[in-house]
Structure formats: structure tokens, C-alpha cells
């Protein structure tokens, strides 16, 4: 049983910073990529950034590029997101995605429960 759990959300001042971090805990069974989506109130869920495991290759949204960093803590199965110059627009319930070397995502139970981030003005 693999288990995502997300932290490091709260409160921030636009043009602040903050970090926000998804641990993996349990057999993984080999990691092929983590992510970080988000979703607002009455909105589609947005991906936000990706990072490879077997190439260190990270992606982002246009939305966020060069504001967010995407990374990997050390050799431990935790994907963290550094934001940076966050917006109000930014505001979101953020949640992580983890896919397994054939490419296939967690089911359900193992799905966080996400971390809420504000962006004042």
C-alpha cells in the first residue's frame, strides 16, 4: 500500500514564497514520475509541474514557469514545490500525483488529501 501525503501549505503574501512537499511512504514499486496538481473553487483540476525520477527532467505549466521549482528531497520518495512570486490567482487545493514505472497512477486510497494555499494581497 503506497500512501501520498502532502504539507506545507497555508497563508502566503503575493509576491512571498512557499514550499510545499509529497511524501511517498510504502512499497512504491519504482518511481517513474511525481507531480503536483491544483484545484479551485468551481475550476478544473490544473496540472502544475512534473518531475522524472529516472532523468531528473521537470515540466511545468505555463502558468507557473519561472516562478515554481519543482524537486526531489534528497534520495527520499518526496517530491517538493518552491513557489516563488506567488499570485492570487495561485490560490488553489494543491495535491500530488505519483506514476510507477509502467506509467500507471496510484489508485484512489493512496491519493493525499492535499494542502491548502492562499495568496493574500
Known amino acids: 500500500q503506497v500512501q501520498l501525503a502532502e504539507s506545507g501549505g497555508g497563508l502566503v503574501q503575493a509576491g512571498g514564497s512557499l514550499r510545499l512537499a509529497c511524501a511517498a511512504s510504502?512499497?512504491?514499486?519504482?518511481?517513474?514520475?511525481m507531480g503536483w496538481y491544483r484545484q479551485a473553487p468551481g475550476k478544473a483540476r490544473e496540472w502544475v509541474a512534473r518531475?522524472?525520477?529516472?532523468?531528473?527532467?521537470?515540466d511545468y505549466a505555463d502558468s507557473v514557469k519561472g516562478r515554481f521549482t519543482i524537486g526531489r528531497d534528497n534520495g527520499k520518495n518526496t517530491v517538493d514545490l518552491q513557489m516563488n512570486s506567488p499570485k492570487p490567482r495561485d490560490t488553489a487545493l494543491y495535491y500530488c500525483?505519483?506514476?510507477?514505472?509502467?506509467?500507471?497512477?496510484?489508485?484512489?486510497?493512496?491519493w493525499g488529501q492535499g494542502t491548502q494555499v492562499t495568496v493574500s494581497t
Open positions: 500525483d505519483l506514476r510507477t514505472l509502467d506509467r500507471r497512477r496510484l489508485a484512489p486510497d493512496s
Open positions: 510504502g512499497r512504491t514499486g519504482g518511481i517513474f514520475d
Open positions: 518531475l522524472s525520477w529516472t532523468n531528473g527532467d521537470a
